[in-house]
């Protein structure tokens, strides 16, 4: 494994916004997480980037292991350097996540002169390179850019060249395409795919749109009020959900040939983290509740390479 | 760039125009009759008819007005009426100090106010944060004149340092401009410590720290550079109001300035010698922002596109 999460717990004074989170990438796979808001999937990415003191919280428990390091042991400057050059981020909305007053060139450059040790000019003629590989128009023209005079699709392929200027091993996307047209969206889902299947990268695909997640990933966790309630092979899962949670995303997914009307959503709200109901932390919306879910928290069982946190498949019984 | 300073320049043009008009009404608004001031109580008409005629006064006030933009364009901003002597010169002779005054004072607040807020803003609610801001309030709210004579007791009478009033030597330069520049470094202090926070909370300084970019060179190359963009304004907000507006100060430490030559203008009602303060106070304003105008668009790109378009 290239990235393994066991166990994560992090903290934010007395709240706990993750609980119990475990997933894997390998090289050349990608990792889909899935979720609705507020189901706790940027901040396990957060956690992951180490970034989580940026924001006042802090790893409680389990452990993060990138390449066989521990990364909860690691202090704050040997992190800064795994940042941008071995793990990398590609963050939600292109149109905020570029410095408004740098060039975009520059802002590429940045990555590769810290984490490669470029000089100025090596940097460049490596941005320019990325760049025309992110199939950026005129490539040398669009260095001296601004962000604002870039399209959002554009902006968000700077982001990616950006991520990727330091040469990382492990990509983390976090909804890379939310912000952006439906046309654009599939470009740069399928520009991610390449790079992982060119260039051997682990990509962990963040996204809440489970037909994304179907043709792009090769495993799946799906999360639910910070925990990861099912995890498995993409294909397994789409044919056989187990979680009723998983099952009723599945059925979220609009289909050719549905009868108007039909298209269902799911029950309720995700409940904020400092109002989360007792024992399993869906059994509020979900359709199938036994009398143990609403007193304890079921254990995530694991079999036959897939597994899922449901008092409906305690012991491997369906 | 240079399309837009030229711009900006243009758009000055009509801003003259209304504020020379203003200028040159105020004065003929304000109760009181400037002749009065001019002749001996007991003086016959005929001595005070050959006051308003040399002064112009008994001529239409679109006259008055047309003859005297012609003059102030042309450079004559006219003679003094009490102190008899070409309000150009008058002008010219006080200007030097209350540019030095002005300049320091604006240069200290900018140095001292962007130090101030960086580090309160990256010590954020730790114990300097509240010194400093503690400081800044007081700063803020201190009188003037009161600070001014706090200052003159303590390092001028107590201990010697520098000498209590006047202009002669550089070193009496400093009490005046720290105290016009505290007011302004408090204010630029909590500009500047704001805007560093609310740029610090945007995505691109995430993904800045997640290109694993050192803090520091986070705070003072990004965050820093954004705060300087709103303290600019502020800034240049300030040059009229300091060039102009240090009348206290310059009372408290008997320094000569635009700030008294104004006010004693006004007690005596000279009418030329106010319109031509006022004219230059009010000019000094526009550069000012002028300046600060061209400074933002060479900082921010998204404002130089904007007006370009």
Sequence with gaps: MLLSVEDLKIGFGL?????????????????????????????????????LPLMGGRIKQGRIVFDGLDLTTINEGSYRKLRGGRIALITQN??????PVVRVGRQIDQASQLHLG?????????????????????????????????????????????????????????????????????????????????????????THDMGVIAQTCDRVAVMYCGRVVEYGPVARLFDDPRHPYTRALISCIPQLGMAPGTLTGIPGM???????????????RCDSVLDNCRLREPPMKTEDGRSVACFLHEGGQR | ????????????????????????????LVPGDPVDHLI??????????????????????????????????????????VMRRPVATLIWDNLGYSLALGGWALAFSALAGVAAGAIAASFRERWIDHG???????????????????????????????????????????????TVGLGGMALVARVTRIAMIETAREDFVMLLHAKGVPRW???????????????????????GLIIGGSVTVEYVFARPGLGSLLIRALSQRDYPLVQGCLLFLAMAVMLGTLLGDLLQAAMDPRQRDEATR
């Design chain 1, 15 to 51: 709240l706990e916004p993750l609980v119990g989170v475990d997933l894997g990438v390998d090289a050349g796979e990608i990792l889909g997480l899935v979720g609705e808001s507020g189901s706790g999937k940027s901040m396990t990415a957060m956690s992951i980037m180490g970034m």
């Design chain 1, 94 to 99: 292109p149109m905020t996540s570029l410095d």
């Design chain 1, 118 to 206: 470029l000089d100025r000019k090596e940097a460049k003629s490596r941005t320019i390179d990325l760049m025309d590989r992110m199939r950026i128009p005129s490539p040398q023209h669009a260095y001296d850019l601004f962000p604002h005079q870039l399209s959002g699709g554009l902006r968000q392929r700077i982001v990616i060249a950006m991520a990727l200027a330091g040469d990382p091993d492990l990509l983390i996307a976090d909804e890379p395409t939310t912000a952006l047209d439906v046309t654009v969206q599939a470009q740069i889902i399928q520009l991610l795919v390449e790079l992982v299947r060119d260039r051997g990268l682990g990509l962990i695909l963040i």
């Design chain 1, 270 to 284: 995700v409940p904020s983290s400092q109002n989360l109901p007792k024992g399993c932390r869906f059994h509020p």
């Design chain 2, 1 to 28: 760039m240079l399309g837009y300073t030229i711009r900006r320049l243009l758009a000055l043009v009509p801003v003259f125009f209304v504020v020379s008009g203003v200028v040159f009404l105020v004065v003929h």
């Design chain 2, 40 to 81: 001996r109580t007991g003086s016959s008409p005929d001595q005070r008819a050959e006051i308003i005629a040399r002064y112009g006064l008994d001529r239409s006030l679109i006259e008055q007005y047309i003859s005297w933009l012609g003059r102030v364009i042309s450079g004559d901003l006219g003679t003094a009426i």
């Design chain 2, 132 to 178: 400093l801001m503690g400081v800044s309030l007081l700063g803020s709210t201190v009188p003037t004149f009161w600070l001014g004579l706090l200052m003159i007791m303590l390092f001028a009478v107590q201990l010697g340092w520098v000498p209590v009033s006047g202009a002669r030597h550089w070193t009496s330069l400093i009490l005046p401009v720290l």
């Design chain 2, 217 to 239: 060179t986070i705070q003072i190359r990004h965050v820093l550079r954004h705060a300087l963009i709103p303290v600019v304004t502020i800034l240049s907000l300030r040059i």
